[in-house]
């Protein structure tokens, strides 16, 4: 008797086995095309099921037409994806009159395994499936794990999943429900739900992305080591401020919900959201531009980190004198003694006729 059928796919999902096929139908079938030539062909080949265990062998057979003419019957198996793939042939040894059978040898878990079955007279090849020769199609399962009732069943670092097989927990995902509890899917491997993140917003407060690992980490400290006197160094794409780490930016879009990128180039929490006056506190006008709580404004030439620190809305925080100082809008109006109107920007700012703000 043939092995039962299974309908094959690229994606592990388990199916019902299917009712098994005799192989008398297929032993007429050939008979028959037998007085059509004597080329060799593949006539049928058994469809293995979408998901195993890793134990194996996985037994492949298949019917070939005129088997007399034929000078080889391959069984041609790719292990794996990409650059990390292997393919192997395995010859095909008859085990019936124009039944041919090889086993693949078992496999580890998550083991993505296609193969196809190659006829051949020296002179012509057929495949099963068609096309195979050319990598347009194959046959193909996934290896699982061991089949388990209970999480306690698995080896270490596996869990019991839905299907009652084990799985890896840092494993192969497409969603969430791949992984087991307390885990989630994270660009295709399952990691901690409380630790998988893609921004630093799915973070603790008190930790950052790490954008290589996709994993939330504490917030990295540039405190002053005590054995040699100098700030640790900060990780790429951050900067030391006040002993702490901080996410450096080039604009808002680098930055956190609720966060802008400031004059320095480090993101800073926004000020609370606001449409009139009155939705800001003692000290804090409306931004009518922003839309932001800001304060009523450190004044001309006050010190500033950000544009926000200054009073109207179109005043800005320049670089004066090597420091940062609030200019102003002179756009309407004009610019007070010892200021001078600079017309060399979008918005006109007074700035300090000498160049330093006292």
């Excluded at 989630?184 to 739900?193: D, Q, T, V, W, Y």
Aim: glycine share 12%.
């Amino acid at each position: 008797m043939l092995a039962g059928r299974w309908r094959a796919y690229d994606h592990p999902v388990k199916l019902r086995r299917a009712q098994p096929r005799s192989l008398t139908l297929l032993a007429a079938t050939t008979l028959l095309l037998g007085a059509c030539g004597e080329v060799p062909f593949v006539q049928d080949t058994t469809r293995l099921g979408d998901t195993f265990d890793r134990d194996g062998p996985y037994t492949v057979r298949t019917v070939v037409a005129h088997q007399e003419s034929a000078d080889s019957v391959v069984l041609v198996v790719q292990l794996g994806d990409g650059l990390g793939g292997t393919t192997l042939r395995i010859g095909m040894g008859e085990v019936r009159d124009s039944i041919f059978q090889a086993k693949i040898a078992g496999q580890p878990a998550f083991t993505r395994v296609r193969y196809h079955v190659e006829v051949s007279d020296g002179d012509t090849t057929s495949t099963d499936p068609a096309g195979a020769a050319e990598g347009r199609s194959s046959f193909g399962f996934w290896v699982l794990g061991d089949n388990c009732e209970l999480t306690a069943d698995c080896l270490p670092g596996e869990y019991c999943d839905s299907a009652r097989v084990c799985r890896a927990r840092g494993g192969p995902c497409a969603k969430d429900v791949d992984c087991g509890k307390g885990f989630r899917c994270f660009e295709g491997r399952c990691r901690l739900s409380a630790r998988a993140c893609g921004a630093d917003a799915a973070c603790l407060v008190g930790e950052v992305c790490d954008a290589l690992l996709g994993e939330c980490t504490p917030r990295p400290t540039c405190e002053v080591d005590a054995a040699t006197g100098t700030p640790r160094p900060c990780p790429l794409d951050f900067v030391c401020e006040a002993d702490v780490c901080k996410r450096q930016c080039v604009g808002d879009a680098d930055c956190l919900p609720g966060e802008r990128c400031d004059i320095k180039g480090i993101c800073r929490v926004m000020p609370p959201g606001c449409s009139k006056p009155q939705d800001c506190g003692d000290g804090l006008v409306c931004d009518p531009i922003l839309r932001v709580c800001r304060a009523q404004g450190a004044g001309l030439c006050g010190s500033c980190s950000s544009d926000l620190d200054c009073g109207g809305a179109n005043d800005h925080c320049l670089v004066i004198g090597g420091g940062l100082h609030c200019a102003k809008d002179c756009s309407i109006s004009g610019c007070p003694p010892a200021f001078t109107c600079d017309l060399g920007r979008a918005l006109p700012q007074c700035v300090p006729t000498d160049g330093a703000c006292p």
